[in-house]
């Protein structure tokens, strides 16, 4: 099982900030699908402030390019990701068009 963490932000408005956690309370039927599809078996978002941090478990057979390949061509998951857009911001070091940013792991409790 592999670990990733992941950041992104989100725009700086409270109205904004409350329906993006709503809209993960109701996450539809076919972004679960295609997330457990690509072999991850958890993924946890937690939020401070604007500040939003991603934890994914997945198969040792798990790929950010499947993943994405898969989501370019599946179009509910692009009218999801159109509409959660309006809601995120990069973080100011993404590349342009660039989201979710991988973090780099520092410590590990020994």
């Known amino acids: 099982m592999k ?8 725009q700086e408005d409270a109205a904004l ?3 993006y956690k709503t809209h993960h309370q109701q996450v539809w ?7 457990r599809d690509s072999g991850i078996s958890l ?7 604007n500040r939003l941090f991603m934890i994914i478990e997945a198969a040792e ?8 390949a898969s989501d370019a061509a599946n179009p509910i998951v692009q009218e999801w990701e159109t509409l959660m857009w309006q809601f995120q911001k990069p973080l100011p ?12 792991k520092i410590f590990e409790l020994p």
Request: charged share 20%; aromatic share 14%.
């Open 93 to 104: 070091w993404a590349a342009p068009g660039q989201k979710w940013m991988l973090m780099e």
């Open 3 to 10: 670990k990733y963490c992941l950041a992104l932000d989100l």
């Open 61 to 68: 057979s798990f790929s950010f390019e499947a993943k994405a």
């Open 29 to 35: 039927p076919e972004i679960i699908q295609s997330i």
């Open 43 to 49: 993924l946890d978002i937690y939020c401070t402030g």
């Open 17 to 19: 900030i409350a329906a």
